[in-house]
């Protein structure tokens, strides 16, 4: 059955982020994006308004929500600044929705259920200096030894990290495999800040996203304890393919956010500004450049709500979560490029602010899967190449 009416819930998830958004993190967005620097305000503040775990289930301290509603608070944050949506991303996607589907209980009650109460904030490091497409590649390793695993390694362009309080974190366990890139010598640890040996920093001059926190994190000899192993030993590359389909699936969500405030700006000024006589609105080649915003949030966002519902349904959604963030984030790049060329010159000053939603928009082809990776990915797919097996485990399902 197809239905695209919203639930009480899901309405009020959108409200909640959309209220945020407009009172903690519009007035002062423009500052702290020239600054390069997060705004402290906005983490407490999302977990007050419990955006920091609502989809996880009550047990676990969230106010268990489904998946659709993650999508739409996405989409609400990113409609205001990339760096907001970020931070879901991270958080729910790549930390909090892997470990209730992989951890065990000990790891969620000790884990997830601070960060579900937005308590603890919580971070992905899989991308490495010399390894992001190539997830092979990291080089970070963690040696048995006794009760502990010996970590070592660099991650970078991490999310939050010089913010987050738990990592979850990929490396090597088992070195021969290592040498022969062997996926299934690959294994996920929860690494918490504080332990020895682990520094992290912040990068800067990032192109976008300037007001969220992106960095590096260092491992020297970290001592983990064996209990932080999650689910497996071996099991780390489908971990993170799996954390992957979840945080893809917020950065599609939030890219429709961005296509609409890239809409939602251009309609505005199309219908004040004058040339010529007449607002500018009236160009036929403006009103080409709306209409393809227009159509780009449409198609963006029912692949969304397939991936979503999917989900919501406990079903696999790999194939469905690709497509959406590839075209989501295609469209949220075209849409921002237009948007400053209905601007014109004002397009190209941040006095207004599609030359940020310019600069946010070209990051999400990169993260979380290049657009050359999901091309790829849809391509082998649809040349029978890509056969998507059931999983061990999938996203428990969830009532809408
Ligand atoms: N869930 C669970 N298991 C999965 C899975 C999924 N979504 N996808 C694949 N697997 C399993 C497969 O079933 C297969 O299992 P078997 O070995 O038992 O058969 C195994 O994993 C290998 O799968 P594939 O053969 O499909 O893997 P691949 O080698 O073709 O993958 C790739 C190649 C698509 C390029 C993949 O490596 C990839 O997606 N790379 C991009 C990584 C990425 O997005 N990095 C960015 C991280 S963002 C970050 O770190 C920064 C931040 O702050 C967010």
């Given at each position: 059955m197809i239905d695209f009416e919203l639930t009480e819930n899901q309405i009020a998830v959108q409200e909640m982020a959309r209220d945020l958004a407009e009172k903690?993190?519009?007035?002062t967005i423009q500052e702290y994006d020239r600054k390069q620097e997060?705004?402290?305000a906005i983490l407490p503040a999302m977990g007050k308004a419990n955006l920091?775990?609502?989809?996880?289930?009550e047990k676990y301290g969230g106010l268990g929500m489904d998946y659709i509603s993650l999508g739409l608070a996405s989409e609400e944050l990113e409609y205001v600044d990339t760096s907001a949506r970020v931070i879901l991303s991270v958080h729910?996607?790549?930390f909090s929705l892997p470990l209730l589907t992989w951890g065990s209980e000990e790891q969620k009650e000790k884990y997830l259920i601070p960060a579900a109460k937005g308590e603890k904030i919580a971070t992905f490091g899989l991308t490495e200096p010399a390894a992001g497409t190539d997830a092979v590649g990291i080089q970070t390793t963690a040696v048995k030894d006794g009760d502990h695993f010996i970590m070592n390694g660099e991650k970078m362009w991490i999310s939050l990290a010089n913010i987050a309080d738990y990592f979850l974190v990929f490396a090597w366990t088992d070195l021969e495999k290592k040498k022969n890139r062997d996926h299934s010598g690959l294994s996920a640890f929860i690494v918490e800040?504080?332990?020895?040996?682990l520094t992290t920093g912040t990068i800067k001059g990032k192109l976008g996203v300037r007001a969220g926190n992106t960095g590096f994190l260092s491992f020297q000899d970290v001592k983990v304890p064996k209990e932080n192993l999650v689910y497996k030993e071996g099991q780390g590359f489908k971990l993170a393919m799996f954390c992957l389909d979840q945080g893809r699936f917020t950065v599609a969500a939030g890219s429709c956010g961005l296509i609409r405030a890239c809409r939602d700006a251009s309609v505005k000024y199309a219908n004040e500004r004058k040339t010529f006589g007449v607002t500018i609105g009236e160009h036929q080649l403006v009103k080409q450049m709306i209409a393809n915003m227009e159509a780009g949030y449409e198609f963006s966002r029912n692949l969304c709500f397939k991936a979503g519902w999917l989900k919501n349904q406990g079903k696999r959604s790999t194939r469905e979560t690709s497509l959406a963030k590839w075209i989501a984030c295609r469209e949220a790049e075209k849409a921002a490029a237009d948007a400053v060329q209905v601007f014109g010159a004002y397009g190209f000053s941040d006095e207004y602010p599609v030359e940020r939603y310019f600069r946010n928009s070209k990051g999400a082809s990169i993260y979380e899967g290049t657009r050359e990776i999901h091309t790829l990915v849809q391509a082998d797919y649809a040349l029978g190449k890509r056969i998507d097996k059931e999983l061990e485990r999938d996203l428990p399902p969830v009532a809408q």
């Open positions: 903690v993190i519009q007035p997060a705004n402290p920091l775990g609502f989809c996880i289930p729910i996607g790549l800040r504080g332990y020895d040996g």
